[in-house]
């Protein structure tokens, strides 16, 4: 079956600290993935994207993720998250010719002071 | 400024009635599609939509239509056949060959 799993459904950190948000796909999905953000009743903003190339890849307000093929995972990870960070984080991958994107159930990132 | 314009941005509904969620783009893109979010689910597809005039079911396209008679606008109805339809619906699209999809700011439906 075509998944995206987010193994954790928060991550509670204080603000300075470095964090990682766990990513797994399945290999049945293709191998393009996305970071979104979604603040408080907002639509989503795309974060960063892998298609292809360089495993790293960087994306807006200082965060990363890392594509490892062989895990089937793609980690987001910010050396030192602010207050402003606390969001909702859902991980997604392509699925199919029309470009369809399936979601991960998302994290709940809450970062304190 | 290019984009996609949900609205309204909230809205209520009498439980039996219909409603209609508004989805305009002008961002030129040729597909548009429309996600449910619900707490701790994600967000799940309802219908896509590659072309004018063209459209494939998602998910969980019950209790749910969609129309595409322009480019731009990709609007849903909530049937009264959609026996839970309190949620956050938001919509998206993007170029066929360009995976990345640009959201709407959504609209809460809720069922009073």
């Known amino acids: 079956a075509q998944s995206v799993t987010q193994l954790d459904s928060q991550v509670p950190v204080f603000e300075e600290a470095p964090v990682e948000l766990r990513c797994n796909y399945s290999?049945?999905?293709?191998?393009?993935l996305f970071w979104y953000v979604q603040y408080p009743n907002q639509g989503l903003q795309l974060l960063l994207k892998?298609?292809?190339?360089?495993?790293l890849v960087k994306g807006i307000n200082g965060f990363e993720a890392e594509f490892n093929k062989s895990q089937t995972s793609f980690h987001l990870r910010k050396p030192s998250v602010h207050i402003s960070d606390t969001a909702e984080y859902f991980c997604?991958?392509?699925?199919?010719?029309?470009?369809?994107?399936?979601f991960g159930a998302g994290t709940r990132l809450a970062v304190h002071p | 400024d290019g984009g996609i314009t949900q609205s309204p941005k909230y809205l209520f509904r009498k439980e039996g009635q219909n409603v209609t969620l508004s989805c305009e783009q002008n961002?030129?893109?040729?597909?548009m599609y429309w996600y449910r979010q619900d707490p701790g689910q994600g967000l799940r597809l309802i219908y896509y939509?590659?072309?004018?005039?063209?459209?494939q079911k998602g998910d969980i396209a019950e209790g749910y239509s969609v129309s595409r008679e322009k480019k731009e606008s990709f609007p849903l109805t909530v049937t009264s056949a959609q026996k839970n339809p309190t949620a956050f619906y938001l919509c998206?699209?993007?170029?066929?060959?360009?995976?990345?999809?640009?959201f709407g700011q959504g609209t809460r439906l809720t069922v009073v």
């Open positions: 961002l030129n893109h040729d597909a």
């Open positions: 997604a991958a392509v699925s199919g010719g029309y470009n369809k994107l399936i």
């Open positions: 290999s049945s999905v293709s191998v393009y």
């Open positions: 998206a699209s993007n170029l066929l060959g360009n995976t990345e999809a640009f």
């Open positions: 939509s590659q072309i004018v005039n063209d459209f």
């Open positions: 892998y298609l292809s190339g360089s495993t």
